[in-house]
């Protein structure tokens, strides 16, 4: 009778048990779950989280320590319950495992990932070098979190990039290196952001962090004096500490080893970006253009190391190259405001991108090694959203969250029902939306879009 109080008060552990399956039964579960401040859940070998936006309390060592070489069923559901058998799979089954982590924007993705790292990284052994590594892969996350994260309608810390992080794990199950591959960033954000969302965090706390030194040598001045940040209006997040962020930043530049002089490379870069949006252009000619003010080339120039006149040559000009029979004739062609500004945005993503990348390479070289006998994969996708202005790059996001959610049609309906069929058990069918039609509409060979 107590069990049957709980389930009827807490929900169930796993909603496989559950009497009937109708969305409105298992949004009803999850909903009493979340009330008790329950936020897992299984299905099966699926792991759902809701996210409760507030710190919870069950995330301490005490946790490790009980979820640490257990079975799934003898604690309630948590990514650690999940975390821990996936190492022990991989070391009964002596083959490299992978999770993904999918779900819209806001549901708490990217944090879950840190908690699947850190346990991984708590639960294993190792002398200084396997410390080493464990530093490398906690550290990588604030850093890129700076530079790929950023605050959007529905989120105040979302990611706008995709990553895979491989956890690379020697025969004796000690984290011996690791990999990190990006994809589909959102250099968008760079030029222009929704109204109440904001840049990439790294600008704002390199305003609001850096040195009087740092803020001295890049010229920088408050964030609603920039192009690039004052278009949204918005220029904090309740909740975080971009001069506490700042230091994680640095700190974990120092702890993945990038060199002070190169770290302040980077900065430059970024200050550069800022002075960059707000060169404007104005015609000069028939079809030419001009800085509005040529002294807003002045920063720009001096920090990305290179002449105001280049500068001012490579936004309002564009070489062109046309072959003609076997000879290479170049042709300067003058640009237009309107096309010198997209130049000028064009450049700014270019060079964010850039660092971006360097970023991920940096990381990859403090650990990575060359052969691994096993390892553990975590995807982490940034999530499906609808702007009222959607871009290319969102997308393509979304096209990518499509295919995730026919992965998880596959894992958990299509393949479990047919199942039935096969092994002849009487049951009801479940009625679900197979998105194959999405996808197909996206990629099938005729039509379609892409």
Known sequence: MSAYKTAKSQGVEDMVLLSKITEA?????????????LIFTYIGPVLISVNPFKQMSYFTEKEIDMYQGSASYENPPHVYALTDN???NMMIDKEGQCVIISGESGAGKTVAAKYIMSYLASICGGGDDIQRVKDVIIESNPLLEAFGNAKTVRNNNSSRFGKYIEIQFSAAALPDGGKIRNFLLEKSRVVTQNPTERNFHIFYQLLSGGSEDERAECGLASPDYYWYLNQSGTYTVDGTDDVKEYKDTRRAMDTIGIDLNVQFDILRIVAGILHLGNVTFVEEGAQGSQPADPSFLAYPAYLFGVTEEDLRTALTNRVMESKWGGKIEITNV?????QATSTRDALAKSLYSRVFDYLVMAINKAFVKEKSDFCIG???IYGFEIFEVNGFEQFCINFVNEKLQQIFIELTLK??????????????AIEYFNNKTVCDLIEAKVPRIL
């Not at 003058?334 to 309107?338: I, K, R």
């Open 25 to 37: 039964d298992i949004v009803e579960n999850l909903k009493k779950r979340y009330m008790e401040n």
């Open 86 to 88: 996936m190492f022990r």
């Open 334 to 338: 003058t640009l237009n405001p309107e």
């Open 378 to 380: 975590v995807l982490d």
């Open 415 to 428: 393949a479990e029902q047919e199942e039935y069929v096969e092994e002849g058990i009487k049951w009801k």
